[in-house]
């Protein structure tokens, strides 16, 4: 051959040639950063997060790779036979000698990633019961203190705090301030639900329900409510949670989850808090109930005592309708006084509580002179929490002012 002999023949290495064409690829400004479309078949996703795939169409096909660092940020995970669109580059893969399209972004044909997310996140805890009817509680139907997850400073904290204003006057809220938009509003919101069945109402006993609460928004706003961290706190939540996320026609996560899903904020607060003449209707319901409960029991007394007539002789039937309608009218006489006593017992009861939940109320307290101390990072309960410079909030039952700390002192 005398190309063969040629003596200036330029000899490559394999290395220097796939080398040379992954230049040649890279340096294309066209195929630098271009789009593709296909369906996407062998995909693996490696223990390292990286993805391999195949996108192919009717003709042809093409390797794909997608780098831990851009597959983080996808929102979705990508099935086989799924159609997407794909942002990267085309290179060369030196080690084989294989051209490759290196992705950066991608999207299913038709559908935004978080949509897809969304759906994925529901099918696959639906499939782990966290959805099931059957484990969701009550809401309980006379609650006395009911705290409220939600961004401190919006509409929907002052929107809950008005219908509770409205409807009960002696129903207590707490307001858990959490982030309810952004990458850190997950952890937030996390954290609240968790404090929330950590410190009660700060008297020994349990919260009756909470309220995890946000306005309207997109998807991508109302995001962090469709994490599957969020989810899970609100499932392991021991006090029932009523999920009211954006609007009428906004579905998250949590709404699938949570005990009880309101159309909004402010329907929430209308649903979870009784009116005055909610709890009398109750109180009526209960004595309706006992009254039939006594009417059972005379009426049962009364047919044992028929058919004990029957069964005697006539001097034995009177002599027992003697008997039997002495006892008849003492135990009626005894269950009157019980019933009478009971009902003063849970008057007074009733009256205690009211009174008490009244005194301990927020607004109470603070006309007595009281303020609450709001710092960067909400409420403040000890002079341990607070710092010389910091900025300051305080609360009273008419207003509130703005300050600074110019010194600390602990009590003695």
């Not at 851009?70 to 294989?98: C, D, H, I, Q």
């Not at 998807?219 to 996320?245: Q, T």
């Not at 009177?318 to 006892?327: A, G, P």
Request: hydrophobic share 40%.
């Amino acid at each position: 051959m005398k190309k063969m002999d040629n003596l200036s023949r330029k000899v490559f290495s394999v290395h220097q040639l796939n080398q040379y064409i992954k230049f040649m690829l890279e340096d294309d400004v066209l195929l630098s950063g271009i789009f593709i479309e296909g369906e996407v078949s062998n995909f693996k996703l490696h223990s390292s997060g990286h993805m391999y795939f195949t996108m192919k169409d009717a003709h042809a096909a093409v390797n794909c790779v997608m780098f831990r660092g851009y597959a983080e940020g996808l929102g979705f995970m990508p099935e086989n036979g799924m159609r997407l669109v794909a942002f990267g580059r085309v290179s060369l893969y030196e080690k084989t000698g294989l051209y490759q399209f290196y992705v950066e972004d991608m999207e299913p044909w038709g559908k935004g990633g978080l949509q897809l997310a969304f759906e994925q996140m529901k099918e696959e805890l639906g499939k782990q019961g966290l959805f099931d009817e059957w484990r969701k509680r009550p809401i309980p139907a006379f609650p006395e203190t009911i705290a409220v997850i939600t961004s401190p400073t919006g509409a929907v904290v002052r929107d809950i705090i008005t219908v509770a204003r409205r409807r009960n006057k002696n129903i207590r809220l707490l307001i858990f301030p959490a982030l309810v938009q952004g990458k850190d509003a997950a952890a937030s919101i996390v954290s609240a639900i968790e404090l929330v069945n950590a410190v009660g109402d700060g008297e020994g006993r349990s919260l009756d329900v909470v309220i995890l609460a946000r306005g309207g928004g997109s998807i991508e706003d109302l995001w962090p409510f469709n994490e599957e961290v969020v989810a899970r706190a609100v499932y392991a939540s021991k006090v029932p949670v009523v999920s009211a996320i954006g609007h009428e026609t906004d579905y998250c996560i949590t709404d699938f989850v949570a005990d009880l899903r309101a159309p909004t904020p402010s329907a929430a607060a209308e649903m979870c808090i009784p009116t005055t003449s909610d709890i009398q209707r109750g109180l009526e319901s209960i004595a309706r109930r006992l009254d039939s409960a006594i009417d059972q029991k005379l009426e049962s007394g009364r047919r044992a005592v028929e058919k004990l007539a029957e069964r005697t002789s006539v001097q034995a039937f009177l002599e027992s309708i003697y008997n039997r309608q002495i006892y008849i009218e003492q135990l009626f006489s005894k269950i009157t006084r019980d019933m009478q006593h009971k009902s003063q017992v849970a008057r007074l009861q009733l009256e205690k509580v009211m009174s008490g939940i009244k005194v301990a109320a927020p607004a109470t307290v603070l006309q007595r002179g009281y303020s609450l101390v709001y710092g960067d990072k909400g409420l403040k309960t000890s002079v341990k929490q607070l710092r010389a410079g910091e900025n300051i909030r305080l609360q009273f039952h008419d207003g509130i002012i703005g300050g600074i700390i110019c010194a600390t002192e602990k009590s003695t």
